[in-house]
């Protein structure tokens, strides 16, 4: 395990679906010697797509993690998934990540999740690369692709390469550091590269893409700008020592190219990792709540700091049971040393540490700060726990995960199945935050609930397969949800003699919508606006919490309630008789009065449509959106006689979707979708769902 935090180069490869990111990934660790024969996507046999529902659809699912070395550097890579309904998997990476590699497809250019993935990076404020690959492909369009990164996602973005030739006649890589051509040997899948001089052809195109690189370099470096005025020399380390600064402060975005397939221009990208990305300790310190004091603190990545971690992902695996993925931020640890869980106050021992490889798993004796390892035996770990020593009490930013937006009804084949079924089912929630199991309180339904109907087909898949459990499912509906539309006040008391002992508690809540504002950042905000003197501080805890599980089971279709404050504004207590379980079910009588008697509103989830299609059936495509109560908000015209329809659709009108296009367009439209947003439904809508779920 390395001491040296500065050789660690923690990074995700992430893009749109079949832009070639588990490719890359399977070249990159071939040519870093890691495995000794590259397995592909197409063949099914390729190793960062280790789940039988990866090889069969050829599609990332699960982020992958492994481990390579490259120029005396450890990169950690996390290949993601390019598929919209599992974009958690995105989220919860990039929080951990120091740097990304966005792959761009050089005939699709910027595609809706490449869009998506790109602004989640912005967020986290991850530095990047872009690599735009499959320049072999017909129709490639380096220049096309390098004009729509500008155009849509930055302007701060140049290519540091530019390919010689395309489609069929790619042949090499010119670097614009070195101004020298790069050559991939094709009889040893590309393991021997060589430089040669660039072809008279490209030398004035080569210059020109310099000049321009240079240019805009300056404007992060006085050094270099001062030999540029001064019309001095600028060498290849200058350049490259500029690039990694504006790099890492994401000021500049590098561009590289190649073709993974084709085993070109991947060591270029492997050397561009480890010059240009940074390491733990060249990233701003992450911040942490000091549990204590309750103020910011940072956690800068030092060996002999208190140990600190983030679990970011669980994963229930056959032999070992429970895995836990952890970023380490701080200090170190050995094998069968304890932790402490900051988030449920829990002791654990640490049994194993691991080293991922895909679902190949490498035991290691220590962790130190910049790692991303496994861990197993820690009972009572979730996602987004906070691990630290014993006495550090500070609490890392948990994860955000998106809504889900679709449910299905679900029940065990047999009454033999049924134990299984529900411990898988909680085993699968524990893995996916995305993945929800609930139950119906009207008509005693199993719900599962997720990010689309390939989520949920996948959940059920492994039911089968996986966990040799059998179940019935029922058809995908709309995971709704409610809100209110005006300021309400509920009060609830619960005063009465149980078993001799006197039970008071008498609270006051009042309820009300959030701003748009408020909403985009809180879905549920709870305040506190008494003193110590109408309710003692010791039954607060207990308030809040019950008035917060109150607001799961709304009045008009037991859906949740967001978009709502609610406010603990008066009560009473007994020094005697008042104790936490007559607060909880005296605040749970309030909120439900108040939410009874408020002006209710059912939610539907709005999911973002993106749709390329020819020309010829762009006008048949935007009339069947408005059809379904869509909103046109963009148009662009794309190479190819192709325009790209972007839109706001409810989820409630998509399905079957895929068919209904396919009609459409003669099979040659596209689209991807995601969650976007949750609206309040129009009062027509609202009626026919309330007719339907109640049934009248």
Known sequence: MP??????????????????????????????????????????????????????????????????????????????????????????????????????????????????????ADKYKVPRIAFINKLDRSGADFDSVVDKIHDRLTKNALPVQIPIGLEDNFEAIIDLLSMKAYYFDKDDQGINYYSKQIPNSYLEIAQTSRDALIEHLAEYDDEVMMKYLDGMKITEQDLSKVIRKATISKQFVPILCGSSLKNKGVQLLLNAITNYLPS?????????????????????????????????????????????????????????ESVFNQTNGKRERIARMLQIHSNKKKDVWELVAGDIVAIAGPKFVKTGDTLTSQNFNIQLADINFPDS????????????????????????EEEDPTFKVSQNKETGQTLISGMGELHLEIIIDRLRREFNVKANVGKPQVAYKETIGNEIIGEGEFIRELNGKGQFAVVKMKLSPLTKEDISENKLIY?????????????????????????????????PVEGIKVELIDGKYHEVDSNETAFSIATSLAVNNALRKAKGHIMEPVMLVNVITPEDFVGDIIGDINSKRGKIEKIYTKENSKQEIISEIPMSELFGYSTRLRSLSQGRAIYTMEYLKYEKVPANIQEKILKRIRGY
């Open 3 to 120: 001491q040296d935090i500065s050789i660690i180069r923690n990074i995700g490869i992430m893009a749109h679906i079949d832009a070639g990111k588990t490719t890359t990934t399977e070249r990159i660790l071939f040519y870093s010697g890691i495995i000794h024969k590259m397995g592909e996507v197409h063949d099914g046999n390729a190793v960062m797509d280790w789940m039988i529902q990866e090889k069969e659809r050829g599609i990332t699912i699960t982020s992958a993690v492994t481990t390579c070395l490259w120029n005396e550097k450890k990169i950690n890579i996390i290949d993601t998934p390019g598929h919209v309904d599992f974009t958690a998997e995105v989220e919860r990476s990039l929080r951990i990540l120091d740097g990304v590699i966005a792959i761009f497809c050089a005939v699709g250019g910027v595609e809706p999740q490449t869009e998506t993935v790109w602004f989640q």
């Open 280 to 336: 733990p300790l060249e990233v701003p310190a992450v911040s942490a709540l000091n549990k204590k004091s309750k103020e910011t603190v940072e956690i800068h990545p030092e060996i002999n700091a208190p140990f600190s971690a983030l679990v970011f992902k669980v994963q229930i695996d056959k032999y070992l049971g429970k895995i836990f993925y952890i970023r380490v931020y701080s200090g170190s640890l050995k094998k069968g």
């Open 405 to 428: 937006v679709i449910s299905q009804a679900i029940e065990p084949k047999t009454k033999a199945d049924e134990k299984a079924l529900m411990e898988t089912l909680h085993k699968l």
């Open 527 to 559: 305040q506190n606006s008494i003193t110590d003197e109408i309710i003692h501080k010791q039954y607060w805890d207990c308030i809040e919490s019950a008035a917060l599980n109150a607001c799961l089971d709304g009045p008009l279709i037991n859906s």
